[in-house]
């Protein structure tokens, strides 16, 4: 005798296999603990983007199990576990997982409920005073020690692993610790897209880290192309300014003359001339050569005027003398210029020699 299913079975059962295949993706909920209230307001504000289907969970493993065109649907329907939903959508598997991870909140763990993930008691500082707490932190292996008076946890303390019974000594702890581990809301077990099962570990994706994790790969694939000298339309500037400066380099190195380190030896003569000058504290040769021009005249003045009465051939033998040593004093400045001459003509020559 054949076992009957009610219409409504079937009618769940249907519904379940059109859902599947109206939507791009499946999701897989556990609604355990889940507070009947919150339920309704998750409901409401996820109505535009998901539909969420509740049922037993036999029938929602039966309708996925009839769906054998999809590839890897019975590996997805052994994922099933607590009170189960299921869930669609068109988005992606991650955008479903964010939205669902947004809309849960911390609760305090209750004796008897499910660790949705490892529980760990941090290490560091707490409020208690050193007392009984250190023997009850003790039976449930955490290590302890105690700084500037109040209780202080070693080190890290795994209590209670993923998918493990929280004990009445565990949640008590948890509660005085301030530990609120459980997350009230749609917890996601698995979402199934095209024949790609996506499990909670893998949802579960801390994004700004992908992101930074991105950014670096970008970064480490742009520094082995300049190094290996590979060219892309990103790095393509990057790699002829390092193919210049590696070319001047080697010209510099091998005294090889180019445009560009022409202009450099020129401009370390002109700078090396313009330290001789300060050094020697004498004016350029033009102007040197202006001063000279212009004592001269006013010699030569001095000689063209004429002497008629005893003073003024007194003021001439004083004009006289102070010509010799005007004389004198231009001699050695000529002296001066011609050092300066030939010290800038020797630099000029040592830079064209060292070029050639």
Known sequence: MKHKISAKKLKEVEEIKNLSNKYSVIGLIDMTNLPSLQLQRM??????????????KRLIRIGL???KEKENIKEFSDQLRGEAALIFTNDSPFKLAKVLNKGKSNAPAKVGQIAPNDIIIPAGP???????????????????????????????????????????????????????PMKVGLNL??????????????????????????????MDAFNLA????????????????????????LSDSKNITTSESIKGELAKVDREADALK???NIETIEEVKEEKKNLHKEVNMEKEKEVTTDELLNEAEEDTKEEREQMIKERKEKEDMKKAEDALKELTDKAIRGKK
């Not at 409901?43 to 037993?56: A, C, G, I, V, Y």
Request: hydrophobic content about 40%.
């Open 43 to 56: 409901r409401q504000q996820l109505r535009s983007t998901l539909f969420l289907k509740m049922t037993k």
């Open 65 to 67: 199990e009839q769906l």
């Open 126 to 180: 707490t409020s208690f005073a050193p007392g009984p707490v250190i023997g009850e932190l003790g039976q449930l292996g955490i290590k302890t020690e105690v700084k500037e008076g109040k209780i202080a946890i070693k080190e890290d303390k795994l209590l209670v692993r993923e998918g493990e019974i929280i004990n009445q000594k565990a949640a008590d702890m948890l509660y005085k610790l301030g530990v609120e």
């Open 189 to 218: 077990v698995a979402a199934y897209e095209k024949g790609i099962i996506y499990t909670k570990d893998v949802l579960s994706v801390d994004e700004e880290a992908y992101i930074n994790n991105l950014k670096q790969m970008g």
């Open 226 to 249: 300049i190094h290996i000298g590979y060219i892309t339309k990103d790095n393509v500037k990057q790699l002829i300014q390092k193919a210049f400066r590696d070319s001047s380099a």
């Open 278 to 280: 300060n050094k020697l």
